[in-house]
Nanobody, 128 residues
Framework: QEQLAESGGGSVQSGGSLTLSCAASGYKYSTYCMAWFRQAPGSEREGVAAFDSDGKTSYADSVKGRFTISVDNAKNTLYLQMNSLKPEDTATYYC??????????????????????WGQGTQVIVSS
């Protein structure tokens, strides 16, 4: 069974950094499009960053230049390096996966409905 498990969330002050991890089981990342979404209380889930099977990456405008998505195929793990964090980055962060999606044809913003496999989420709190 395909599963995703996030880790690495926590509390940090504004300007700080965190790295989120997402470990996959039951399938190989290399053939999937992987993404990070986030959802703040009272808000819709929004795409943050994505990485497709061709190695193409894409970011939401709100995080460009601050967040970096990467994949370690040997470990079957997705990462999100978050720098220069702001209070508005506070949210629960989810990783998600779908086979065959190309970012060349599916630019940001991505609908959560496009993704088939979801993790349980990890909370990030940024204080001012």
């Amino acid at each position: 069974q395909e599963q995703l498990a996030e880790s690495g969330g926590g509390s940090v002050q504004s300007g700080g950094s965190l790295t989120l991890s997402c470990a996959a089981s039951g399938y190989k990342y290399s053939t999937y499009c992987m993404a990070w979404f986030r959802q703040a209380p009272g808000s819709e889930r929004e795409g943050v960053a994505a990485f497709d099977s061709d190695g193409k990456t894409s970011y939401a405008d709100s995080v460009k230049g601050r967040f970096t998505i990467s994949v370690d195929n040997a470990k079957n793990t997705l990462y999100l390096q978050m720098n220069s964090l702001k209070p508005e980055d506070t949210a629960t962060y989810y990783c998600a996966a779908v086979p065959g999606l190309s970012l060349s044809y599916t630019p940001a913003p991505w609908s959560p409905g496009l993704f088939e496999i979801w993790g349980q989420g990890t909370q990030v709190i940024v204080s001012s």
